[in-house]
């Protein structure tokens, strides 16, 4: 017979009574199904800061807050043409709502 030691039995009354860490809050975030992702990037293309190259977006809009915090991700320019894996930057603007327009700033 296979019977468990003290030490498992320990161990394992130890991990059935540890609980998960709490979850943490995250910041919704706009997607491409949003009507307002869309006008944003109209926004940004009008300001002239849309990066013609990115690969991703990720817009975080902050409950309680008038401004919205978008991060393009880009191809390095600096990358060695010779590397097996694309690395990327990331440009990130801050989009405020000001009532009557949209004001864009980088970050």
């Not at 991990?15 to 998960?20: K, L």
Request: hydrophobic share 35%; proline share 7%; with cysteine.
């Amino acid at each position: 017979m296979n019977e468990e030691s003290a030490s498992d039995k320990a161990i394992k009354r130890s991990a059935d009574t540890v609980s998960p860490p709490p979850s943490r809050k995250t910041t919704p975030t706009l997607t491409d199904k949003d009507a307002l992702y869309h006008e944003l990037i109209v926004v940004l293309d009008e300001a002239g800061v849309l990066p013609s190259d990115w690969t991703k977006c990720n817009m975080f809009n902050y409950p309680n807050r008038s401004d919205i915090l978008v991060n393009f991700y880009v191809k390095d320019p600096e990358q060695d043409p010779l590397a097996l894996i694309d690395s990327h930057i990331i440009k990130s603007y801050r989009v405020t709502d000001c009532g009557d327009r949209w004001a864009v700033e980088n970050t």
